[in-house]
């Protein structure tokens, strides 16, 4: 980067910080720190949702997923909007009479202490995991522009971010996330905008659009069949995205202390419930512009060579290695010229204009020559990823993550690429701010203080609240130093990891909203545990292929799991009482 680039990043970061050091002054007591002395607007509630939602890896990973996979990753979104209905009528009135800390409190008095402990535990352990990943994303792109160890970027990473989470609590995530939000908006249309002037002078915006359509990239709604049977392994599909994202929002929305402390900041019901609603309007049409600048990246890369691999550390493990370096220059000789080939059919397929038969005839047969070469570009690519992932020691095969951030790099002018640097960073924080505070809250709220045989004051509760959003950061960085080789998207990994544990704990607030009849705490706790052991016995052997099943629908296995189980139990005690009478 220049050094332009270098002081645009470094303003925008430094001045991120000292917002929220500005913005920290808050009472010094738990309701300041955790709640924001339940003062915010909708707005501001909308914002801190959206920023805590919208992490470094939705705009690091998303359009390199719409790059490889096309739009269809967008159906993961269309369940959401009808969770944030359900939660504003069923789960916010709860938690706004009972005027908690935290999700998990209201579980205590539904039911028990172990079973309130237990959905705490199993929230403190899936979103530590989840935003460690986090971290790592941030810390991915520095280590390489610079060339540093992920170990190295991964401390300054978690470190930077952790100052104003430690000492502004909830009302500074709030207030940094709202300005954070506005800059990374702005830079990601600066981005489409310099995208479609990238393109060749004949190609315009809807050439680009029309051409991603034509190549696959535009199949937003597919339904999951295959040859006349539905295929449960199909991971972004209409039904998957209704059904499995539904319960996957409602979970993360309704029981995620991470989300749910955004909306209990609100200074009424009636805040949150618009803050939640407007989120769910507004979501999916920005998650579809996201993958929709990677279909534009990747419709400019058709008429500019593209890498032929995008993660230039493990290329440079290619280069150097003794048996393969020889192997990559022939790739590379032939991978350039079908490059060459694809930017000459393309070129001629845009030129050709009008709807006459002819036209069509010709722009198909363009088209079929077109993707006959793609394949075979594919192919090397592939031979790529196979040498990496089988054969060198320390390679990744996987280059998603890079897409978005080696355009970036190499084609944005000085000071946007330093801007669109920053906006990853900033999102980043934004959600991991988040993230760090609801832990905290968690820790504090669910185990320290109600497990604690010592009476403390409101300000040692609040110097304790701090060592814990400080213990919570190191433990995240942590987990970022050992993300380095986990799957084909950061940010299908963090879903994956979520819905691993989001079902089982909604299906406990299922329990506890809906079916009154059951009160036993010790009931509901043995089929969480269950349901949970059952849930992640079913993700093994769909990881081992015993069974086909895409991850998105491990959340209502999960709620299922402990409704029918608790149902189970409930009429086996119904049973035990008729018997001894």
Not at 128 to 139: N, R
Not at 243 to 260: H, I, K, N
Not at 360 to 389: C, G, P, T
Not at 398 to 417: K, M, Q, S, W
């Amino acid at each position: 980067m220049s050094r332009l680039d270098w002081g645009v990043l470094i303003t925008t970061l430094v001045g991120i910080i000292l917002y929220g050091l500005y913005k920290s002054r808050t009472t010094r007591d738990l309701d300041g720190y955790f709640r924001s002395n339940r003062n915010l607007g909708w707005g501001l509630v909308l914002l801190s949702i959206m920023g805590t939602q919208a992490s470094a890896i939705t705009f690091l990973s998303a359009p390199g997923q719409a790059y490889t996979d096309g739009m269809r990753f967008v159906q993961y979104y269309f369940g959401l909007p009808i969770a944030m209905i359900v939660i504003a009528i069923f789960f916010i009135p709860v938690f706004q009479r009972l005027q908690v800390y935290t999700a998990y409190e209201y579980l205590e008095s539904r039911f028990d202490g172990k079973t309130r402990s237990l959905t705490s535990f199993l929230f403190l352990l899936q979103r530590g995991l989840s935003t460690g990943i986090s971290v790592f994303a941030p810390s991915l792109i520095l280590s390489s522009l610079l060339g540093w160890s992920l170990t190295s970027t991964s401390v300054i990473m978690g470190g930077l971010l952790i100052i104003y989470t430690l000492f502004g609590g909830a009302r500074a995530v709030a207030y940094t996330q709202q300005l954070q939000l506005g800059i990374i908006f702005a830079g990601l249309f600066l981005a489409g905008w310099m995208v479609v002037r990238l393109l060749p002078p004949e190609v315009g915006l809807a050439d680009a659009l029309r051409i991603g359509g034509k190549l696959g990239k535009f199949s937003i709604i597919t339904t999951g069949f295959k040859e006349g049977r539905f295929d449960w392994s199909d991971q972004y599909n209409i039904w998957s995205g209704l059904v499995g994202g539904f319960f996957l929002a409602l979970s993360y929305f309704g029981t995620d202390q991470s989300q749910v402390g955004r909306y209990l900041t609100a200074r009424s019901a009636r805040e949150s419930k618009l803050g939640l609603l407007m989120n769910g309007f507004v979501k999916v049409p920005m998650q579809f512009l996201i993958l929709l600048l990677g279909v534009l990246v990747f419709s400019f890369y058709q008429f500019t060579k593209a890498p032929i691999f995008f993660n230039e550390v493990q290329l440079a493990k290619i280069r150097q290695h003794p048996v393969y370096a020889d192997s990559l220059e022939q790739a590379q000789a032939h991978f350039d010229q079908l490059s060459v080939d694809k930017k000459r059919l393309l070129t001629a397929y845009t030129a050709l204009k009008g709807d006459s038969e002819a036209n069509r005839l010709a722009q198909d047969s363009m088209l079929e020559k077109y993707r006959s070469v793609h394949a075979e570009s594919e192919i090397i690519r592939n031979r790529l990823k196979f040498w990496l992932n089988k054969k060198i020691v320390g390679g990744d095969g996987n280059d998603t993550n890079y897409i978005f951030l080696r355009f970036v790099v190499d084609h944005l002018p000085a000071g946007l690429v330093g801007l669109l640097i920053a906006i990853i960073f900033l999102a980043s924080w934004g959600s991991i701010a988040a993230a760090i505070n609801s832990l905290a809250a968690a820790t504090m709220i669910d185990f320290h203080r109600r497990y604690s045989k010592k009476s403390i004051t409101d300000e040692s509760e609040f110097r304790w609240s701090r060592w814990y959003t400080l213990a919570w950061g190191i433990f995240c960085i942590v987990v970022a130093l050992f993300t380095y080789n986990i799957g084909n998207s950061l940010i299908e990994a963090v879903n994956v990891l979520g819905s691993l544990f989001y079902g089982v704990v909604l299906g406990i607030f299922c329990v506890a909203l809906f079916l009154p009849k059951i009160k036993s705490g010790n009931l509901v706790f043995w089929a969480a545990l269950v349901a949970e052991v059952l849930v992640i016995l079913v993700f093994y052997l769909s990881k081992t292929g015993y069974i086909k099943l895409g991850f998105l629908w491990l959340n209502p296995l999960g709620v299922f799991a402990v409704i029918l189980f608790s149902l189970i139990g409930q009429y086996g005690v119904s049973l035990k009482r008729s018997f001894l009478q």
